[in-house]
């Protein structure tokens, strides 16, 4: 199946601007890195925000091998917070960027958020990539923190993204969409599960966005033109999620 194609990156003649946001879980890049390249560089993002990048040996060599695979720049995160990454094309203008390590629970992984204040277009758009906990109290507190994160950031547009290890139904996941925008829920395209790739029968990655955002398209964007199956398989063991947005014209 061939997908509709979604709205090319663009800035409008209003002064808005058309973004392409990817979330996607790299499994710290132990599976077929060339599959995950081409996934990325055919989805055409601005902005990517990843999960479970390299935190360790040469991490940083290994997340600079991939955005210069796919034609972007390290924006921040990595190891420095516990595995969200950010990447972006050079449409975007860096303001600043902050890695936030989350309280670690005894024998738990150590969590974090990778942030970021960028302009595109003019228009100022926070980011935050995260991965949240397995344990499901610990996933709840990290929430909380997401969404006072964002308020910190002290942006009218933001987008967080990322793997919520919870579905929709999930008390995590319910409480990031009664704050914000669910993406695929509001304009769905594509397909709709993410884990696993060989046969995704739940939803547990997605794209979030304030509500000053309009949101153009959002899912898994098998059938994509250069997105293969045999690529979806072999890169990871999550499947991502691509999202068009326009975000609002820069206030004069």
């Known amino acids: 199946m061939v997908l509709t194609p979604l709205p090319d990156s663009r800035t409008e003649p209003d ?3 058309v973004i392409r946001v990817l979330s996607y879980n790299i499994r710290s890049m132990r599976d077929d890195r060339e599959a995950l390249a081409r996934v990325i560089t055919a989805c055409a993002p601005d902005l990517v925000l990843v999960q479970e990048a390299p935190r360790f040996f040469r991490w940083r060599k290994r997340a600079a ?8 720049v390290v924006l921040g ?16 203008t860096v303001e600043r960027t902050q890695d936030v390590l989350l309280p670690l629970t005894p024998g738990l992984h150590r969590r ?5 204040v960028v302009r595109i277009a003019g ?3 926070g980011l935050l990539s995260f991965h949240l906990s ?4 610990e996933r709840l507190a990290q929430t909380e923190a997401l969404l006072e994160q964002l308020d910190e950031m002290g942006v009218e547009h933001a987008i967080a993204a990322g793997d919520l290890n919870d579905v929709p139904t999930g008390g995590a996941f319910r409480r990031l969409a009664g704050r914000l925008q669910d993406c695929w ?29 309009e949101v153009l398209g959002c899912g ?9 199956e045999a690529d979806l398989r072999a890169a990871t063991d999550h499947l991502p999620v691509l999202a068009a947005l326009r975000v609002p014209a820069m206030l004069p």
Do not use: K, M, N
């Open 123 to 125: 228009t100022r758009i």
């Open 15 to 17: 002064g808005s601007a």
């Open 112 to 116: 974090g958020f990778a942030t970021s």
């Open 65 to 72: 091998w991939l955005a210069a695979r796919t034609d972007l």
């Open 185 to 213: 829920a509001v304009r769905p395209w594509g397909e709709e599960h993410t884990y696993s790739p060989d046969d995704p029968r739940r939803r547990i990655d997605a794209i979030f966005a304030t509500e000053g955002i």
């Open 77 to 92: 995160g990595g190891a420095t917070a516990a595995g969200p990454l950010l990447l972006c094309s050079l449409r975007a």
């Open 134 to 137: 397995l344990q499901r109290d």
């Open 220 to 228: 898994v964007p098998a059938g994509l033109p250069g997105v293969t």
